[in-house]
């Protein structure tokens, strides 16, 4: 069973940083692309960055300059580092990823749990 295990929330103040992860578990043959996503309540979840197995990133404008996506293929877990924090990043943060589990022809998408990052004024 394929899961995305995230850690790295908290709560820090304006103008700080945080840096999340998120590991797949569970047996794989490949990652096509890895991401964060995040979302506040009463509001739809926003896109915030993604990277591909070879390393090409996106960023939503919003926190281009600020924050970090990479990929660490060998232990198939994705770093987000957020610097420069703004009260308006508060959000619960979700991992996403386009995977291939093992012994499946095709692409699966998955959710992490969530962690929540709270940026104090």
């Known amino acids: 069973q394929v899961q995305l295990v995230e850690s790295g929330g908290g709560l820090v103040q304006a103008g700080g940083s945080l840096r999340l992860s998120c590991a797949v578990s569970?047996?794989?043959?490949?990652?096509?692309?890895m991401g964060w996503y995040r979302q506040t309540p009463g509001k739809e979840r926003e896109y915030v960055a993604i990277v591909a197995s070879g390393g090409s990133t996106n960023y939503a404008d919003s926190v281009k300059d600020r924050f970090t996506i990479s990929l660490d293929n060998a232990k198939n877990t994705v770093y987000l580092q957020m610097n420069s924090l703004k009260p308006d990043d508060t959000a619960v943060y979700y991992c996403?990823?386009?995977?291939?589990?093992?012994?499946?022809?095709?692409?699966?998408?998955?959710w992490g749990q969530g962690t929540q990052v709270t940026v104090s004024s």
């Open positions: 996403n990823a386009h995977l291939q589990p093992r012994n499946r022809p095709t692409l699966h998408m998955y």
């Open positions: 569970g047996s794989i043959s490949k990652i096509n692309v």
